[in-house]
């Protein structure tokens, strides 16, 4: 027999010296180390950085990759490290979050930093400070502006007011406020006395979020059509803001009160037999992406679960696909649009669902604008500082609705609508006006 050892016999576990030894503590301290995934996951690529389009317009900005994981790890070794006030030039656009190859979770990163910022770091008497929680809390002016629609769209988009605004708050008077419907959507749901269809089976709770509530009810009204000629029972709970524009501007309990409410309520209609959809793809990414990551609420998970965004359920669950390529839009919307897929859709995957669903529909031409970010990130725009570098970022995505033969837009992310009007002057409609236009006399 040779002198080599019997592979068979060789045990891989134990070490094979014969001595004793003592296990060494790796991480003294493991109980407080951060493992969670994404956190430490970051080679260095640079893809977050190419992809930002604050980056690319502002050359003192330094970037997603120092945003997330590399201010990440200063806080994992500093007790004392102060968050870098550049984070407030972050415009929560998420093109980071959704181009990092090794899965990074850049966007519970800057959402973190941003909180830590604001409650730690920024002065509460400040004017950014006040103008920024006013912005982030738009549920609230549009509630009373809604009280008085008229008088408000008068005041908001008059001159000196506006001037005043810019002096004191600054809010660009450049832009212009969106409108406030003289009838919300839950006045006019009330008022037509709720769900038309009901169904043991089949039912959607819709989550309207503030926009298609006070100032696009339209988009609202043709979600409920558009599901009930499906055969669906729609259910409206009550419902607060979505959070999007308080994680934007770093204002974490705002937007852990608002949603609890919308966790309680929502998961109480999931357990109704609903799934969830938004109308909106910031709303629809919240509650699925940005709630799970940030709070810890009983039913967040099974909220997150059941949230899709409207036109990704009609794909997913109904034939409306087949109808309309069967179908032939004629009269108001009988159009070319040129359409913009939302930052915060592309983070969903959600990117190609309109320019795929209206492919065969008679009548109407919809052309993809390209992968540019329209600039606005929901209160991002509003701000004086940044307004310029909002209309740069955005100038590619004009061009290109210019260059295409639309001449009416489309996108279903209503702050994104709201520069697509302010840079083109075109009027712009949401897909489920469209799929409303289709296939409901
Ligand atoms: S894309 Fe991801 S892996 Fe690459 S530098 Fe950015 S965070 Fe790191
Ligand atoms: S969220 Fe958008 S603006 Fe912010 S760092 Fe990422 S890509 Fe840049």
Same mark, same amino acid.
């Given at each position: 027999m040779s002198d080599a050892r019997d592979p068979t016999q060789f045990d891989p576990v134990v070490p094979n010296t014969g001595e004793e030894y003592e296990p060494l503590e790796v991480f003294p301290d493991d109980e407080d180390f951060d493992l969670r995934p994404g956190a430490d996951s970051c080679y260095k690529c640079s893809t977050c950085d190419t992809n930002c389009p604050v980056a690319e317009v502002d050359d003192d900005f330094p970037g997603p990759k120092f945003q997330g994981p590399e201010q990440w790890r200063l806080k994992q070794t500093d007790d004392d490290y102060e968050i870098d006030p550049s984070i407030s030039e972050c415009s929560n656009c998420l093109r980071c979050d959704t181009s990092c190859p090794s899965g990074v979770n850049l966007a519970q990163m800057h959402n973190t930093a941003r909180g830590e910022y604001v409650d730690n770091q920024m002065s509460k008497l400040s004017v950014k400070y006040i103008r920024n929680r006013i912005l982030a809390n738009y549920r609230t002016s549009a509630y009373f502006a809604s009280m008085f629609p008229r008088t408000a769209n008068f005041f908001m988009n008059f001159g000196p007011v506006r001037w005043a605004m810019e002096k004191v708050l600054h809010v660009p008077s450049e832009r212009e406020f969106p409108e406030f419907a003289t009838q919300t959507f839950r006045q006019w749901w009330s008022e037509r006395g709720g769900a038309k269809v009901h169904s043991d089976d089949k039912k959607i709770a819709y989550f309207h979020g503030c926009y298609s509530n006070y100032n696009t009810p339209e988009v609202a009204k043709a979600l409920v059509r558009i599901y009930e000629h499906f055969g669906y029972e729609v259910m409206v709970p009550p419902q607060k803001c979505s959070g999007t524009p308080m994680f934007a501007n770093g204002m974490?309990?705002? +937007?852990?009160?608002? +949603?609890?409410?919308?966790?309680?309520?929502?998961?109480?209609?999931? %357990?109704?037999?609903?799934?969830?959809?938004?109308?909106?793809?910031?709303?629809?990414?919240?509650? =699925?992406?940005?709630?799970?990551?940030?709070?810890?609420? !009983?039913?967040?998970?099974?909220?997150?679960?059941?949230?899709?965004?409207?036109?990704?359920?009609? =794909?997913? @669950?109904? !034939?409306?696909?087949? /109808?309309?390529?069967? +179908?032939?839009?004629?009269? %108001?919307? %009988?159009? /070319?649009?040129?359409?913009? +897929?939302?930052? @915060?859709? =592309?983070?969903?995957?959600?990117?190609?669902?309109?320019?795929?669903?209206? =492919?065969?529909?008679?009548?109407?031409?919809?052309? !993809?604008?390209?992968?540019?970010?329209?600039?606005?990130?929901?209160?991002?725009?509003?701000?004086?500082?940044?307004?310029?570098?909002?209309? %740069?970022i955005g100038s590619e995505m004009f061009e290109h609705m210019e260059e295409s033969e639309g001449t009416t837009g489309m996108t279903e992310c209503p702050t994104c609508a709201s520069q697509m009007e302010h840079g083109t002057g075109y009027e712009v409609r949401h897909p489920l006006e469209l799929i409303e236009a289709a296939l409901i006399d």
């Open positions: 974490l309990d705002d +937007a852990r009160r608002h +949603a609890e409410t919308n966790v309680e309520e929502l998961t109480a209609a999931i %357990e109704e037999g609903a799934d969830v959809v938004a109308s909106c793809t910031s709303c629809s990414m919240a509650l =699925r992406n940005e709630y799970p990551e940030l709070f810890d609420i !009983d039913g967040i998970d099974d909220l997150a679960a059941h949230t899709y965004d409207a036109v990704e359920y009609l =794909r997913i @669950h109904t !034939d409306v696909r087949q /109808e309309l390529e069967a +179908a032939e839009v004629s009269g %108001e919307l %009988e159009e /070319e649009f040129a359409y913009h +897929a939302p930052c @915060h859709a =592309r983070n969903q995957g959600l990117e190609r669902q309109a320019i795929e669903l209206f =492919r065969d529909l008679d009548g109407v031409a919809v052309e !993809d604008v390209g992968e540019s970010c329209s600039g606005i990130s929901g209160t991002y725009g509003w701000k004086s500082e940044k307004y310029e570098k909002s209309m %740069e």
